[in-house]
């Protein structure tokens, strides 16, 4: 039987479910960070929370759309329990449909924009004595003052330098949802990612909309680009790892391509998002770069790190995207041979310019373009991993594998390994890479690196 309903109770235990880009899963970590520094405590596996955090992603309509199924589930969860869940909705949709979410789902107590969460803690007090709140105040100055310091966390772990962007690509909607660009300030990224490697980092991916565009000053005042953070956190000597995304080909600097070819740590690895390989669909997007200068920008890349892999994100079915079009992005694809790529259908959101362009495409247009391209994507893909067999490299451990005494980390080249032996979670290991499947390597344990 259920009992009597239970509510507006300060929750005490929490869950955060994060959806859509790395910059949200660290924006959740954030979140939990706060939650526990009120007093809260993570939920039991397999057991509800008091308060359930949906931080959401608003880039395509399906993940956009997910937010109002998950609502419906977690109330229905909560009746059946005969509970009541306190449930706040962060992210993307927040910042976009904030107002929108409120009406539409009484359920909901709080809605907390991606610059905004540093008030959670308020938020969760008001929600508890009945008052629903919204806060989607931007810009991020303020935020990352008011979050707790770091707690631990993986081998390998993420940290924000850049938010928000200013490209205003004609089909996406972050410009909207995180605001203009900004860069976090050099002093307080040392300081963060110092704390991370103390917590047990060996890896840091540094992230942002537009990565490539931080900008800062260094210690003595100098002004500094990617790649002087990057040598900077170089110098902290249990980190081992340091890679960076997503970059915008024309923020792309001489520095950062130099320092592939310098900076071991530095991995050898870029992601950098093309979407077509037709000139008039990048106009169309204003992407502001050409097909033929992003495969310039690439050479130089291979010309001092000859071994990167190289990763693009892609749309199909641009509004207007023809059939000839089309197939130059596949003849890009032909020319670059991606290690690893994101494709995407185009989706229209709401109040982005290419929503309401003519000659929108119809869906199986798209349905048989996407798939056209990701049989050239895992195409390359495969012979990529397949091409890496017989390197030795190093793999951090990030942990266990399905079966016992197996282990999974991650290449240089970002692909998933696995391999058998003594290892623990944290190790950077010695692995003779022996076989290739499309989305991993099987490996061989040489020995445990140098600690
Ligand atoms: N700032 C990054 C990431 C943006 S979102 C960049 O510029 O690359 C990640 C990817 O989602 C984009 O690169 C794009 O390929 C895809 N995307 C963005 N908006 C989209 C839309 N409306 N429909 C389909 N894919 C989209
Ligand atoms: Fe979106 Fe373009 Fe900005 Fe990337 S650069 S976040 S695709 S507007
Ligand atoms: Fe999605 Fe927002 Fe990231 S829309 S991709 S969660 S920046």
Same mark, same amino acid.
């Given at each position: 039987?259920?009992?009597?309903?239970?509510?507006?109770?300060?929750?005490?235990?929490?869950?955060?479910?994060?959806?859509?880009?790395?910059?949200?899963?660290?924006?959740?970590? %954030?979140?939990?960070?706060?939650?526990?520094?009120?007093?809260?405590?993570?939920?039991?596996?397999?057991?509800?929370?008091?308060?359930?955090?949906?931080?959401?992603? @608003?880039?395509?309509?399906?993940?956009?759309?997910?937010?109002?199924?998950?609502?419906?589930?977690?109330?229905?969860?909560?009746?059946?329990?005969?509970?009541?869940?306190?449930?706040?909705?962060?992210?993307?949709?927040?910042?976009?449909?904030?107002?929108?979410?409120?009406?539409?789902?009484?359920?909901?107590?709080?809605?907390?924009?991606?610059? /905004?969460?540093?008030?959670?803690?308020?938020?969760?007090?008001?929600?508890?004595?009945?008052?629903?709140?919204?806060?989607?105040?931007?810009?991020?100055?303020?935020?990352?003052?008011?979050?707790?310091?770091? %707690?631990?966390?993986?081998? =390998?772990?993420?940290?924000?330098?850049?938010?928000?962007?200013?490209?205003?690509?004609?089909?996406?909607?972050?410009?909207?949802?995180?605001?203009?660009?900004?860069?976090?300030?050099?002093?307080?990224?040392?300081?963060?990612?110092?704390?991370?490697?103390?917590?047990?980092?060996?890896?840091?991916?540094?992230?942002?909309?537009?990565?490539?565009?931080?900008?800062?000053?260094?210690?003595?005042? %100098?002004?500094?680009?990617?790649?002087?953070?990057?040598?900077?956190? /170089?110098?902290?000597?249990?980190?081992?790892? +340091?890679?960076?995304?997503?970059? @915008?080909?024309?923020?792309?600097?001489?520095?950062?391509?130099?320092?592939?070819?310098?900076?071991?740590?530095?991995?050898?690895?870029? @992601?950098?998002?093309?979407?077509? &390989?037709?000139?008039?669909?990048?106009?169309?997007?204003?992407?502001? @770069?050409?097909?033929?200068?992003?495969?310039?920008?690439?050479?130089?890349?291979?010309?001092?790190?000859?071994? +990167?892999?190289? =990763?693009?994100?892609?749309?199909?079915?641009?509004?207007?995207?023809?059939?000839?079009?089309?197939?130059?992005?596949?003849?890009?694809?032909?020319?670059?041979?991606?290690? $690893?790529?994101?494709?995407?259908?185009?989706?229209?959101?709401? !109040?982005?310019?290419?929503?309401?362009?003519?000659? $929108?495409?119809?869906?199986?247009?798209?349905?048989?373009?996407?798939?056209?391209? $990701?049989?050239?994507?895992?195409?390359? $893909?495969?012979?990529?991993?397949?091409?890496?067999? &017989?390197?030795?490299?190093?793999?951090?451990?990030? %942990?266990?594998?399905?079966?016992?005494?197996?282990?999974?980390?991650?290449?240089?080249?970002?692909? =998933?390994?696995?391999?058998?032996?003594?290892?623990?979670?944290?190790?950077?290991?010695?692995?003779?890479? /022996?076989? /290739? !499947?499309?989305?991993?390597?099987?490996?061989?344990?040489?020995?445990?690196?140098?600690?």
């Amino acid at each position: 039987m259920p009992g009597p309903m239970r509510q507006s109770d300060a929750p005490r235990t929490y869950r955060v479910k994060s959806f859509g880009c790395q910059m949200n899963v660290y924006d959740g970590e %954030r979140m939990a960070e706060l939650l526990a520094e009120k007093g809260m405590s993570p939920a039991p596996e397999g057991e509800e929370a008091d308060l359930v955090v949906l931080n959401t992603c @608003h880039i395509r309509e399906k993940a956009a759309e997910k937010v109002y199924s998950d609502i419906g589930r977690l109330v229905k969860k909560g009746e059946e329990a005969g509970r009541k869940p306190m449930i706040a909705v962060a992210g993307c949709v927040a910042q976009a449909e904030g107002e929108e979410i409120m009406a539409r789902a009484p359920a909901v107590g709080m809605v907390v924009g991606p610059q /905004a969460y540093h008030r959670l803690p308020e938020m969760i007090d008001s929600a508890a004595s009945g008052k629903r709140a919204t806060d989607t105040d931007m810009p991020a100055d303020a935020k990352f003052a008011a979050l707790p310091s770091r %707690r631990k966390v993986g081998p =390998s772990a993420f940290l924000t330098v850049q938010e928000g962007c200013d490209k205003f690509c004609t089909y996406c909607v972050v410009p909207y949802t995180r605001g203009a660009e900004i860069s976090r300030p050099f002093s307080d990224l040392l300081r963060e990612a110092e704390k991370l490697v103390e917590s047990g980092a060996r890896e840091i991916t540094l992230l942002g909309q537009n990565v490539n565009a931080w900008s800062g000053e260094d210690e003595a005042g %100098r002004p500094v680009g990617l790649e002087g953070l990057a040598r900077a956190l /170089a110098k902290l000597p249990d980190l081992k790892r +340091i890679r960076y995304t997503t970059s @915008h080909p024309n923020d792309m600097t001489e520095g950062l391509i130099a320092a592939h070819g310098e900076e071991p740590k530095l991995m050898p690895y870029l @992601h950098l998002p093309v979407q077509s &390989g037709s000139d008039r669909v990048l106009k169309a997007m204003n992407r502001s @770069h050409t097909a033929e200068s992003y495969l310039r920008l690439l050479e130089r890349f291979r010309a001092v790190r000859p071994d +990167i892999a190289l =990763s693009g994100d892609f749309i199909v079915g641009f509004p207007g995207e023809t059939d000839a079009e089309f197939e130059e992005t596949l003849k890009l694809v032909d020319e670059v041979r991606y290690a $690893q790529a994101f494709s995407f259908k185009y989706s229209p959101r709401p !109040g982005t310019p290419a929503a309401g362009m003519d000659n $929108q495409i119809p869906r199986e247009v798209m349905d048989e373009r996407l798939q056209r391209l $990701q049989a050239s994507l895992n195409r390359d $893909q495969l012979a990529f991993n397949q091409a890496s067999i &017989g390197k030795t490299c190093e793999v951090l451990v990030e %942990r266990k594998g399905k079966l016992p005494g197996q282990w999974l980390g991650k290449s240089p080249w970002l692909q =998933s390994v696995f391999f058998e032996g003594e290892a623990a979670i944290g190790d950077m290991v010695t692995v003779e890479l /022996a076989e /290739a !499947g499309p989305n991993s390597i099987r490996g061989r344990l040489l020995q445990l690196a140098e600690a």
